[in-house]
DNA sequence: GCTTGCAAA
DNA sequence: GAGAGTTTGCAAGCT
């Protein structure tokens, strides 16, 4: 027997004509050096791409529309009649088209009189017979006819890589119809672009109104006596017409295609031709990506020792060193080596020999023999697991080249050192394999990776050196962030005492409350189901209980809690899905997640990722402590399992108030702005009242949340649209909100203006200490990329210079408490606050140390304000 | 592996 | 003619 057969085939099919044409004039008139237009090809080549990547087709077909006149011109000799001729623009583009499909060794097809379309509908039609699934590509909405349960049918929308997926379901949701009464819909209404004429005086609005009641056309004149006045007497001339536009708008799918499905097998490119043609064509976006994505490229040789035993004579100032660490979770993984290189000499010491080598540990532990490093903090923390103190870390190359660019993704080292021209180290994931067929390589191999990974950062160090001091950024990198990675790695060693007990007994409780929950939310549906699954409530909601569905996510209807919320009141069961909601999420992430993750220790040890927001912050992950909930009190409790390790020991907050508004008063230098601050008023009573012009004492509540709402809009970069939805008011409203709380503050009307315009002019925003983000998209012709660059421009700085302020006062705070000589910890950073652990001795003194320290760590022109709080727990710190 | 939904600042 | 507040991490369902 054949295994073949039962391996289910993917088949992808482009309509070759439809597809270029979107493509010529959804992009502007391209050249390459000899003057031919490249917009078409280029255009359906990212398309490709895209599809490929995204589809993983087995099968793959390009047809295309052959000669001029078609079996349809026999019955109807206006068809397609009227049409502009083809630009010569385009003409010309199809022989390098087919150039281009041939590199890809993508089977092209086309058949004396027929269309593309017919080819595709025949094809498709014995692939469903197969069992097969297809995808059908095209930019004419008339081969929505062939979906089914098995072919899906691609449409592009605007552009040419945005794509509408036209499934059975999509094509009742949007009209109401199935898919083979597109067939009738088209011989009511015509297609202008087919020249199809259809009834005169139908169209998309009436052609859907009849279908609903009649079905086809032939129903739609059985009982015609139904229609009356113009309507009736259109109808009645035009039958012939009718019927003959149906026939049209066929898609035959019987047509003497002489290919048969297994001769259209996809093997991928040739990846040589490829190249040559889009050298020919200029395409050097896409080279340049291909050049990213290639496969191993071969590698300069590199001589490496492998040492038995460490003689201290080999470890110099000045080396880079890399311990090995088999994933991501350095507080628990296994280490599988050191590798270190000086200018001399690479060397590789595995892991037992590393592990009882005095002379490596006194190195590593000296201050005084500078070590060059990528993730310091990662080797740090391993390393303390067997006890090693690393010091003397002079320089982090992830670290580096995340101030350099924080754009990027540092999860690899060979992606880092990439970006500076150097690619003779392997990815990670080339060496151990990913998913299920990850493992330890053999010795040899896992040698020469730790070998290459210890020289490239050798090697690469001063490139970007060069670039953090070309771009004046030495300081933020040297003097910022590679202290405060020492002082991460410190608080994530010693971690977080969690109270396992307490958060069991919360789990006990919550599962008894989501099962009472769960009971009245089947009595109220009429019937179980799986209340967590989107799917399934969506059915029961909008279905069953027939309640107004007020969005739809690409996959069916929205049950986001903002859509229930405005559903509240139409019927009981919303509160309760609601509540389940809430109590689900804290069972699963909060009592079951964190339970999860307690070490040994009886504490939980998070990762702080330092090189990966765009803007500048901190995140945790394993666990996240930064997202613990906090607003409602349910949540809340949580935080009552996060408790001192000492007996007796106290938990302490300390949040900075309103950090971002006070940097954004210091940046835009609005008068009124930094009045309020250095008078210490309540900023969002002081914005209600300016905005709403009223004085400060006749302030309500719904106007102070009005302006809170405004003031986070500020923030984030405000559309009135954002505003609109939060405040659940028009868009309207929303804007003229703006517009007063810009009136009422210029200097920050000024400041977002000439952000705006620097990063037009710079392609990058800064912030208070010159962290940088690019926002290429800040001058493209696209709306959404555009705008979006836009809003960037405004909310990184601020958001970018707060989290400046708090790495600075970490790491004058850790400074602190060595100097004060006391026991205190600092354990954590939830992007404007620290909390820290204390012996009740030492809490008068850390109250008034910790406010001083963060409130000094940057001098703005307005104060910085510290709210302190202690407890026995983290939730008793309010 | 993607999508939806939701916790935080 | 639609688009449409930032940055994250994690769990569940579903394909």
């Given at each position: 027997?054949?295994r073949g057969?039962f391996?289910?085939?993917?088949?992808?099919?482009?309509?070759?004509n439809s597809?270029?044409?979107?493509a010529?004039?959804?992009?502007?008139?391209?050249?390459?050096d000899?003057?031919?237009?490249?917009?078409a090809?280029?255009?359906?080549?990212t398309m490709l791409q895209?599809?490929?990547?995204e589809e993983?087709p087995t099968?793959?077909m390009?047809?295309?529309d052959?000669?001029k006149?078609t079996?349809?011109n026999?019955?109807?000799?206006?068809?397609?009649g009227?049409?502009?001729?083809t630009?010569p623009e385009l003409s010309?583009q199809?022989?390098?088209?087919?150039?281009?499909?041939?590199?890809?060794?993508i089977?092209?097809y086309?058949?004396?009189?027929?269309e593309a379309?017919?080819i595709?509908?025949?094809?498709?039609l014995?692939?469903e017979q197969?069992?097969?699934q297809v995808?059908?590509v095209?930019?004419?909405?008339?081969l929505t006819?062939l979906?089914?349960?098995?072919?899906v049918?691609?449409?592009?929308?605007?552009?040419?890589?945005?794509?509408e997926k036209?499934t059975?379901g999509?094509?009742?949701e949007k009209?109401?119809?199935?898919p083979?009464q597109?067939?009738d819909?088209?011989g009511?209404?015509?297609?202008?672009?087919?020249?199809?004429?259809g009834?005169?005086?139908v169209g998309?609005k009436?052609?859907?109104?009849l279908?609903a009641k009649?079905?086809?056309?032939?129903?739609?004149y059985?009982?015609?006596?139904d229609q009356?006045?113009?309507?009736k007497?259109k109808?009645?001339e035009?039958e012939?017409?009718?019927?003959l536009s149906k026939k049209l708008?066929?898609?035959e799918?019987?047509?003497?295609v002489?290919v048969s499905i297994?001769?259209?097998?996809?093997?991928?490119p040739d990846?040589?031709?490829?190249?040559?043609?889009?050298n020919e064509?200029?395409?050097k976006s896409l080279?340049?990506?291909?050049?990213y994505t290639a496969?191993?490229?071969?590698?300069?040789d590199?001589h490496?020792?492998?040492l038995?035993?460490?003689d201290?004579s080999?470890l110099?100032d000045g080396m880079a060193?890399?311990l090995e660490?088999?994933?991501?979770?350095y507080?628990?993984?296994e280490l599988?080596?050191v590798?270190?290189?000086s200018d001399?000499?690479t060397?590789v010491?595995p892991?037992e020999?590393?592990?009882?080598s005095?002379a490596?540990r006194t190195?590593l532990e000296?201050?005084s023999?500078k070590?060059?490093?990528?993730?310091?903090?990662a080797?740090?923390a391993?390393?303390?697991?067997?006890?090693?103190?690393?010091?003397?870390v002079?320089f982090?190359?992830m670290?580096?080249?995340?101030?350099v660019?924080?754009?990027?993704?540092y999860?690899?080292?060979?992606?880092?050192?990439?970006?500076?021209?150097y690619?003779d180290?392997s990815t990670?994931?080339?060496v151990?394999?990913?998913?299920a067929k990850k493992?330890?390589?053999e010795?040899?191999?896992?040698?020469?990776h730790m070998a290459?990974?210890?020289r490239?950062?050798?090697?690469?160090r001063?490139v970007?050196v060069k670039?953090?001091e070309?771009?004046e950024?030495?300081?933020?990198?040297?003097?910022l962030?590679?202290p405060?990675?020492k002082v991460l790695?410190?608080?994530?060693?010693?971690g977080?005492?969690v109270d396992?007990?307490?958060?069991?007994?919360m789990?006990v409780e919550?599962k008894r409350?989501?099962?009472?929950i769960?009971q009245?939310i089947?009595a109220?549906?009429g019937?179980?189901?799986n209340?967590?699954?989107?799917k399934q409530l969506g059915v029961?909601?909008?279905?069953?209980?027939g309640?107004?569905?007020?969005k739809?996510?690409?996959t069916g209807?929205?049950?986001?809690a903002?859509?229930l919320?405005k559903l509240?009141?139409k019927?009981?069961i919303?509160?309760?899905?609601?509540?389940?909601?809430?109590?689900?999420?804290?069972?699963?992430?909060?009592i079951?997640g964190?339970?999860?993750?307690i070490?040994?220790?009886?504490?939980?040890h998070?990762?702080f990722?330092?090189?990966?927001?765009t803007t500048g912050?901190l995140?945790s992950?394993?666990?996240?402590l930064q997202?613990?909930?906090v607003?409602?009190?349910e949540?809340r409790?949580i935080?009552k399992?996060?408790?001192?390790?000492e007996?007796?020991w106290v938990?302490?907050a300390?949040?900075?108030s309103?950090i971002?508004l006070r940097?954004?008063?210091h940046?835009?230098k609005?008068?009124?702005?930094i009045e309020a601050?250095q008078?210490?008023?309540?900023?969002?009573?002081?914005?209600?009242?300016?905005?709403f012009?009223?004085s400060?004492?006749?302030v309500?509540?719904d106007?102070?949340?009005?302006?809170?709402?405004?003031?986070?809009?500020i923030?984030?970069?405000i559309s009135d649209?954002?505003?609109s939805?939060n405040l659940?008011?028009?868009?309207?409203?929303a804007?003229?909100?703006?517009?007063?709380?810009?009136a009422s503050?210029p200097g920050?009307q000024?400041?977002?203006t000439s952000?705006?315009d620097?990063?037009k002019?710079?392609g990058?925003?800064?912030?208070?200490?010159n962290?940088?983000?690019?926002l290429?998209?800040i001058?493209s012709?696209n709306f959404n990329?555009?705008?979006?660059?836009?809003r960037t421009?405004?909310n990184?700085?601020?958001?970018g210079s707060?989290?400046d302020?708090?790495?600075q006062a970490?790491i004058e705070?850790?400074?602190?408490?060595?100097?004060?000589g006391?026991k205190s910890?600092?354990?954590?950073q939830?992007?404007?606050?620290?909390?820290f652990?204390?012996?009740p001795?030492e809490?008068d003194?850390?109250?008034k140390?910790?406010?001083?320290?963060?409130?000094s760590?940057v001098?703005?022109?307005?104060p910085?304000?510290?709210?302190?709080a202690?407890?026995?727990?983290?939730y008793?710190t309010?």
């Amino acid at each position: 027997m054949e295994r073949g057969n039962f391996v289910s085939k993917k088949i992808l099919l482009l309509d070759g004509n439809s597809l270029a044409y979107r493509a010529f004039f959804a992009l502007p008139l391209l050249t390459n050096d000899n003057g031919i237009h490249t917009n078409a090809v280029y255009g359906f080549t990212t398309m490709l791409q895209k599809l490929l990547e995204e589809e993983q087709p087995t099968h793959m077909m390009v047809a295309f529309d052959a000669g001029k006149t078609t079996f349809r011109n026999e019955a109807y000799k206006e068809y397609k009649g009227g049409r502009q001729k083809t630009p010569p623009e385009l003409s010309e583009q199809f022989p390098y088209l087919r150039k281009l499909l041939d590199a890809y060794q993508i089977k092209q097809y086309e058949l004396d009189n027929y269309e593309a379309d017919d080819i595709i509908g025949t094809l498709s039609l014995q692939a469903e017979q197969a069992g097969d699934q297809v995808v059908v590509v095209s930019g004419d909405k008339d081969l929505t006819q062939l979906a089914s349960n098995s072919t899906v049918v691609y449409i592009t929308r605007k552009g040419i890589t945005d794509i509408e997926k036209y499934t059975v379901g999509h094509i009742q949701e949007k009209y109401g119809l199935t898919p083979l009464q597109i067939i009738d819909m088209k011989g009511l209404m015509g297609d202008s672009s087919d020249n199809i004429p259809g009834v005169p005086g139908v169209g998309e609005k009436t052609a859907l109104k009849l279908l609903a009641k009649y079905h086809s056309v032939e129903g739609v004149y059985e009982a015609i006596e139904d229609q009356k006045g113009k309507m009736k007497e259109k109808l009645v001339e035009n039958e012939e017409l009718a019927y003959l536009s149906k026939k049209l708008a066929t898609i035959e799918r019987q047509a003497p295609v002489t290919v048969s499905i297994d001769e259209l097998g996809y093997e991928g490119p040739d990846q040589d031709e490829l190249v040559r043609i889009w050298n020919e064509l200029a395409f050097k976006s896409l080279l340049e990506k291909l050049d990213y994505t290639a496969e191993e490229t071969e590698k300069e040789d590199l001589h490496f020792d492998v040492l038995e035993t460490v003689d201290a004579s080999l470890l110099e100032d000045g080396m880079a060193v890399h311990l090995e660490l088999y994933d991501e979770h350095y507080h628990s993984c296994e280490l599988l080596g050191v590798s270190l290189a000086s200018d001399k000499a690479t060397y590789v010491i595995p892991m037992e020999v590393a592990a009882q080598s005095e002379a490596l540990r006194t190195w590593l532990e000296s201050g005084s023999t500078k070590k060059y490093m990528s993730d310091s903090k990662a080797a740090t923390a391993a390393f303390l697991r067997n006890g090693i103190k690393i010091d003397g870390v002079d320089f982090d190359l992830m670290l580096g080249a995340y101030i350099v660019n924080p754009s990027l993704k540092y999860t690899d080292l060979a992606d880092i050192v990439r970006e500076y021209g150097y690619s003779d180290v392997s990815t990670n994931e080339q060496v151990y394999g990913k998913g299920a067929k990850k493992k330890v390589p053999e010795a040899a191999i896992l040698q020469e990776h730790m070998a290459r990974k210890a020289r490239a950062i050798f090697n690469v160090r001063p490139v970007v050196v060069k670039k953090l001091e070309e771009n004046e950024q030495f300081d933020l990198y040297d003097k910022l962030e590679l202290p405060l990675a020492k002082v991460l790695g410190q608080m994530e060693s010693l971690g977080v005492k969690v109270d396992r007990q307490q958060l069991a007994e919360m789990g006990v409780e919550l599962k008894r409350k989501l099962e009472m929950i769960e009971q009245e939310i089947f009595a109220l549906a009429g019937q179980e189901f799986n209340i967590n699954s989107p799917k399934q409530l969506g059915v029961i909601l909008f279905e069953q209980l027939g309640l107004p569905a007020i969005k739809k996510t690409k996959t069916g209807y929205s049950t986001a809690a903002d859509v229930l919320e405005k559903l509240e009141g139409k019927h009981e069961i919303i509160h309760h899905i609601l509540m389940y909601r809430q109590l689900g999420k804290l069972l699963s992430t909060y009592i079951e997640g964190l339970l999860k993750e307690i070490h040994e220790d009886g504490k939980v040890h998070t990762r702080f990722q330092q090189a990966l927001t765009t803007t500048g912050r901190l995140s945790s992950t394993n666990p996240n402590l930064q997202n613990i909930p906090v607003r409602l009190e349910e949540g809340r409790k949580i935080r009552k399992a996060f408790v001192p390790s000492e007996p007796g020991w106290v938990m302490v907050a300390a949040d900075y108030s309103q950090i971002e508004l006070r940097v954004l008063a210091h940046m835009s230098k609005d008068e009124s702005l930094i009045e309020a601050f250095q008078s210490d008023l309540d900023i969002h009573t002081k914005t209600a009242s300016d905005v709403f012009n009223v004085s400060l004492d006749k302030v309500t509540s719904d106007m102070r949340r009005a302006a809170k709402a405004v003031n986070f809009g500020i923030v984030y970069g405000i559309s009135d649209y954002g505003l609109s939805q939060n405040l659940n008011i028009t868009r309207k409203e929303a804007a003229d909100f703006i517009e007063r709380y810009l009136a009422s503050f210029p200097g920050v009307q000024g400041y977002m203006t000439s952000i705006v315009d620097q990063a037009k002019k710079d392609g990058f925003v800064t912030t208070l200490m010159n962290r940088r983000r690019y926002l290429p998209d800040i001058n493209s012709s696209n709306f959404n990329l555009r705008s979006f660059a836009e809003r960037t421009a405004m909310n990184t700085p601020i958001q970018g210079s707060a989290a400046d302020v708090i790495k600075q006062a970490m790491i004058e705070m850790d400074a602190a408490l060595e100097r004060e000589g006391l026991k205190s910890k600092m354990l954590l950073q939830v992007h404007d606050e620290l909390i820290f652990e204390a012996p009740p001795e030492e809490l008068d003194r850390l109250m008034k140390l910790v406010p001083e320290v963060m409130e000094s760590a940057v001098e703005l022109n307005v104060p910085l304000k510290v709210d302190i709080a202690t407890g026995n727990t983290w939730y008793d710190t309010k």
